[in-house]
């Protein structure tokens, strides 16, 4: 299924055959476009950038490699293939054709479920746009400039659905997407992780690795939809994000891997005299993103989550290869809570569950990154284990927003949370020290002091390859 890129918005829908469509969209694109210039990565209009850009949605050879100003990348609007005689997966609508238009009494929700999805988008971008001016190497740079172009491409697919299928209002909140910032105090983004500054590198990569995980799975459980062009949509945007995870992933690796060399070379844990970033500060990193993180699932127990599900249109992580009658009316799910200072849990009906669903899979699936990283500490024969924090540390929705908890899961009075923060959290100091460290490195082949190579280039180029030309 190739792309027309002989039209002014590249596409796979046959944007030019729906006219209407195709001017609204059109208008949106400079107001677009002076968004990415004014909020979007700083300083880059000059960049050659040698950046992925789809060319079809077929899984093999979907993208195309090649050096690109970054202002004239092409976002366009990409749908995966219809599959033939998809049927509804889940709740009362269970095996009925799946809805190729929208269903109207199911407007409201939907709206407000690719909104909150689409807003973080953008932010994303607007977070990141600080990084550039200090990358490690001209390969992470290349890495952070393709994230932040499919972030803006991700907008595209949101605002595409709201355009197409929900008329004035949807080209309404297509303009209130650009006119809420990260971080602004009046207008702030929708959800609370994505108006946190990210302005190193390592918060970059925790970014990539923990947010960017959220992402793959909310919109592993919109693929599911029963509103078939959201589910299309979703499913494309999931190739892409893999690639971000990727970022996430092997960046913080990489980083371990340096940290590593270093306490063995000296042999002390303290390597920061020694430029390195130690195991402690990682951790801290490790547990502001993976708390703020799991906020982003929501309640644990939740009616919206369970009507979105009874009507079709959210689903739960991979819903086809889950064994049971994927109604869920009559099953149980264990949700946490705090009694008398004791984490306990209580059986609840699976249908008002399937946030915490949702986030227990998403908890799976950082556990196996982590597991990845300490193998990497373990090769350097350290015994030093990262974890992920218990789901009561640091929470401000939930079962666990009233309470403090230390990261081991033992609740604690608010004194001794005051005393002991420190600790677990990333402080002043340790945020300055990481800050001192982000000295741009742009000489091909030529890598910052706090993080390893990479192994191997990206799309079968070698490592000091000129992924960025600057102008
Ligand atoms: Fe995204
Ligand atoms: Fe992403």
Redesign the pocket.
């Known amino acids: 299924m190739q792309v027309s890129y002989n039209d002014k918005i590249p596409n796979n829908v046959n944007l030019s055959d729906d006219k209407r469509l195709q001017r609204a969209l059109e208008r949106w694109l400079p107001a677009y476009q002076t968004w990415w210039n004014d909020l979007g990565p700083i300083d880059s209009q000059q960049h050659e950038v040698y950046l992925r850009t789809a060319i079809s949605v077929d899984t093999d050879g979907w993208a195309h490699f090649d050096h690109v100003r970054m202002p004239d990348y092409r976002w366009g609007i990409f749908l995966a293939q219809p599959e033939a005689d998809r049927r509804i997966g889940f709740g009362t609508h269970k095996g009925e054709p799946v809805w190729t238009e929208l269903p109207g009494e199911y407007r409201a929700e939907l709206r407000r479920l690719i909104v909150t999805q689409g807003d973080?988008?953008p932010a994303?971008v607007e977070q990141q746009r600080q990084l550039g001016k200090t990358c490690p190497s001209l390969y992470d740079l290349r890495n952070l400039y393709q994230v932040n172009v499919?972030?803006g491409r991700?907008l595209w697919a949101m605002v595409y659905l709201l355009h197409a299928y929900f008329g004035r209002d949807g080209r309404e909140e297509g303009e209130a997407m650009l006119a809420r910032h990260a971080g602004d105090p009046d207008r702030p983004r929708i959800l609370k992780a994505f108006n946190e500054p990210t302005d190193d590198w390592l918060s970059f990569f925790m970014f990539t690795f923990f947010q960017?995980r959220d992402?793959k799975f909310q919109?592993s459980a919109l693929a599911e939809s029963g509103f078939d062009p959201l589910s299309r949509t979703c499913r494309f945007?999931l190739t892409?994000?893999a690639h971000?995870m990727f970022v996430g992933e092997y960046g913080l690796a990489r980083v371990l891997e340096r940290s590593c060399a270093l306490m063995r070379e000296h042999d002390t844990a303290d390597i920061r005299r020694f430029g390195g970033i130690d195991l402690q500060t990682f951790q801290k990193f490790i547990n502001f993103h993976y708390s703020i993180c799991l906020d982003l699932f929501g309640q644990e127990q939740s009616t919206n989550a369970a009507n979105y599900y009874s009507m079709g249109l959210k689903g739960r992580y991979h819903e086809s290869k889950i064994a049971d009658d994927h109604v869920l009316a009559d099953l149980g799910e264990a949700v946490p809570f705090v009694e008398n200072g004791v984490v306990r849990t209580q059986d609840v009906s699976a249908l008002t569950a399937v946030n915490e669903r949702l986030r227990q899979d998403y908890t799976k699936d950082s556990q196996r990154g982590m597991n990845r990283f300490n193998k990497v500490i373990r090769s350097f024969g350290i015994d030093t284990e990262l974890y992920l924090p218990h789901p009561a540390f640091h929470r401000e929705i939930g079962a666990f927003a009233d309470c403090y908890a230390s990261p081991d899961g033992q609740i604690l009075d608010q004194a001794t949370w005051n005393k002991r923060q420190a600790e677990w959290l990333p402080t002043e100091d340790d945020k300055a020290y990481v800050r001192s460290l982000m000295q741009p490195v742009t000489g091909p082949g030529q890598m910052a002091g706090w993080i390893a190579p990479p192994k191997r280039g990206i799309h079968g180029k070698p490592v000091d390859f000129e992924y960025v030309l600057f102008h």
């Open positions: 973080t988008e994303s499919e972030e991700h960017d992402g919109l945007m892409e994000e971000h």
